[in-house]
């Protein structure tokens, strides 16, 4: 458990740390993913979409003025910050919801959302398993989960692996270039 709360304040300091260039670094290899999931992915004006590891709220921007609320949730605070930033000049702070919380122990009732966002997330946490677990627990019957795992982590067998200890059905995304594998569950009943 030590072991597991050390590599957590790790990842939390390193996107604290680089939480007002992030977007400068990354925000252009975030968007293409993020384009090309939501081109995959059908959101409507009744979705109550969760974005785990939201950082700071690239996603949000994408999103915020088609759903009927954001919910982002991350556990590095100075990009909390970036992203509740980012929801007052987009002006949607009134559909955003900002917390602070672990993936691990998901701090919502059963069948919460529709859509699940869970990018760039899984190489940064102890058990992934558990992790897609508490996602599966928060999803909604028919919901869609959006997740990727950077390449330099993962082979795709073991990606693959890990997604289908949760959901056999998934679909493979391909984005030229991209540093992540990308997958789309559309989740049937539970």
């Not at 009927?68 to 590095?76: I, K, S």
Request: aromatic share 8%; net charge positive.
């Amino acid at each position: 458990m030590e072991g597991e709360w050390k590599r957590k304040r790790e990842t939390i300091e390193h996107y604290d740390r680089l939480a007002s260039i992030y977007d400068s670094l990354y925000g252009e290899e975030q968007s293409i993913k993020i384009g090309l999931a939501l081109r995959n992915v059908k959101v409507g004006s009744g979705d109550l979409l969760l974005d785990i590891g939201c950082g700071t709220g690239i996603l949000m921007e994408f999103v915020a003025s088609m759903i009927e609320h954001y919910v982002g949730l991350d556990l590095a605070r100075k990009a909390l910050k970036v992203a509740s930033e980012r929801s007052r000049r987009l002006r949607v702070k009134s559909k955003v919801s900002l917390i602070r919380a672990d993936a691990d122990y998901l701090p919502f009732r059963a069948g919460s959302f529709s859509i699940i966002f869970a990018l760039t997330l899984l190489q940064n946490i102890p058990e992934p398993s558990r992790t897609l677990m508490e996602i599966l627990r928060v999803a909604r019957d028919k919901s869609q989960i959006v997740i990727t795992g950077l390449k330099k982590s993962f082979t795709k067998e073991e990606f693959d692996e890990l997604i289908c200890s949760i959901w056999r059905d998934h679909t493979f995304l391909e984005a030229p270039g991209s540093k992540d594998f990308i997958v789309v569950i559309k989740v049937k009943d539970k």
